[in-house]
């Protein structure tokens, strides 16, 4: 059973990485999370379709995008160093631009919310159904979770 130590010693991140669409992107990644010593990392604009599980080097990439035959848009994403791997629990995709992953810690559990925001651009409608999800998105805490939840857009 796998931990992720006091996060004073863990390196936890956020990156709006624009696409991970290009040649070589998961391999340039994962060389920039090995450098800097990074054991979670939640991404934005991943723009990879549907949801899935990618092993890569040392890492684990956790995915929710838009559904097959979409535009490329959004997406977000967890990358996952193999202790942060080992001490996660349970991984949720809510939508394209929101998912969940609950991890063991030290102190107990750790909820981390990868989101991106719509742009001020988007239709109100985008931006309340985004915002409802969101909201929606903390009844998978519990009571005993540390949440770490940045937003971006």
């Known amino acids: 059973m796998g931990l992720v130590t006091h996060p004073s010693r863990k390196r936890i991140g956020l990156w709006n990485i624009r696409s991970l669409c290009a040649t070589g992107g998961e391999r340039i990644l994962v060389d920039e999370l090995s450098r800097h010593g990074i054991c979670i990392m939640g991404l934005q604009e991943v723009r990879w379709h549907g949801d899935g599980e990618l092993c890569y080097a040392d890492f684990n990439i956790l995915w929710s995008g ?16 193999n202790q942060a791997n080992r001490a996660l629990i349970e991984w949720h995709q809510i939508s394209k631009r929101l998912m969940v992953a609950r991890f063991r810690h030290l102190y107990d559990t750790m909820l981390a919310i990868v989101c991106y925001a719509p742009t001020n651009e988007a239709s109100a409608e985008t931006k309340d159904l985004f915002y409802t999800a969101l909201k929606d998105s903390f009844l998978f805490t519990r009571s005993n979770d540390h949440i770490i939840c940045p937003l971006t857009r």
């Open 66 to 81: 838009p559904a097959e035959g979409h535009p490329r848009l959004a997406g977000v994403a967890l990358v996952l160093s």
